[in-house]
C-alpha cells in the first residue's frame, strides 16, 4: 500500500481482556518498529524486527506485551491481561533501508476501562 | 527521559511569522536526528534530518541547525502557516546500534493565529 496502516483506529477493551493490534507495513520495507506513546508525550520504543526476526525487544514494558513478524510483513503486538496503564496510542513505523526514512503508521488510540 | 505530562511547551505565532523550535537531546553519541510534525489522530510525519557530520541542513521552508557542542537541536519554520499549527518533536538515534530505534524529546505545540 501506499503508507504504513494500522487496525483497528480505536480499540476499547476492559482492564484484564487481550487485545491484538495490527501492522501493515509499506510492501518491501525490511525494518518495522513499534512505539508507544502516552498522551502528551513523546513516542517511546517497544520493540524493533528486521524481516521477521524480532531484534531487539527491550522496550516492552511488560512479559504482558508480545510482537510477532512471522513472514517479515504484517505485524501483530498484542497485550495480555490489559491494565489501564496500558492505555496510549501504540504506533508502527516501517523503513525500507535500516536507519534511515521511517514512515509512521497514524496508530491504534487504545484505552483500557 | 523526562515527562512532563500534558504540559508540552507552546509556541503561538502568527501566519507569516518565522517560527523556532528548540530541542535539547540527551546522549552525545547520537549521530543521526530527525523533526517530526505531529497532527491529532495521525502519527508522526517526517519534516527533515540531519546526521551528525553537519551543522545545518535546509528544506523547502525549514532549516534544522544542530550544535553538538551544548546537545541541542533546532528547527526553524520560514513564512509559517496555519497548516503548520502541530506538535513537533525532535528524535534523535543513537549511533553504534546496526538499526534505527529514535528516542523522541517531549514536543512542542505549535499554534499559528490567521
Request: contains cysteine; charged residues 20%.
Amino acid at each position: 500500500g501506499a503508507g504504513v496502516s494500522q487496525s483497528p483506529r480505536y480499540k476499547v477493551a476492559k482492564r484484564g481482556q487481550d487485545v491484538a493490534l495490527r501492522c501493515d507495513p509499506i510492501s518491501g520495507h525490511v525494518s518495522l518498529f513499534w512505539y508507544q506513546q502516552a498522551l502528551g508525550q513523546g513516542p517511546e520504543f517497544l520493540t524493533y524486527f528486521q524481516n521477521e526476526a524480532q531484534l531487539d525487544k527491550s522496550g516492552l514494558p511488560s512479559d504482558r506485551f508480545f510482537a510477532e513478524r512471522p513472514e517479515g510483513s504484517v505485524s501483530t503486538l498484542k497485550i495480555q491481561r490489559t491494565q489501564q496503564e496500558d492505555s496510549a496510542v501504540y504506533l508502527c513505523a516501517s523503513s525500507l533501508v535500516v536507519n534511515y526514512g521511517y514512515t509512521f503508521g497514524s496508530g491504534t488510540r487504545l484505552t483500557v476501562v | 527521559g523526562e515527562s512532563v505530562g500534558l504540559h508540552l511547551p507552546t509556541l503561538s505565532v502568527q501566519e507569516g511569522d518565522n517560527s523556532i523550535i528548540n530541542c535539547a537531546y540527551s546522549n552525545s553519541a547520537s549521530d543521526y536526528f530527525i523533526w517530526y510534525k505531529q497532527e491529532s489522530g495521525k502519527g508522526p510525519q517526517f519534516i527533515i534530518d540531519i546526521r551528525s557530520n553537519m551543522d545545518k541542513r535546509q528544506g523547502q521552508r525549514v532549516t534544522v541547525l544542530l550544535n553538538k557542542t551544548v546537545k541541542h537541536l533546532s528547527l526553524q519554520i520560514a513564512a509559517t502557516q496555519p497548516g503548520d499549527s502541530a506538535v513537533y518533536f525532535c528524535a534523535e538515534k543513537v549511533g553504534g546500534t546496526s538499526y534505527g530505534k529514535l528516542t523522541f524529546g517531549q514536543g512542542t505545540i505549535l499554534t499559528v493565529h490567521p
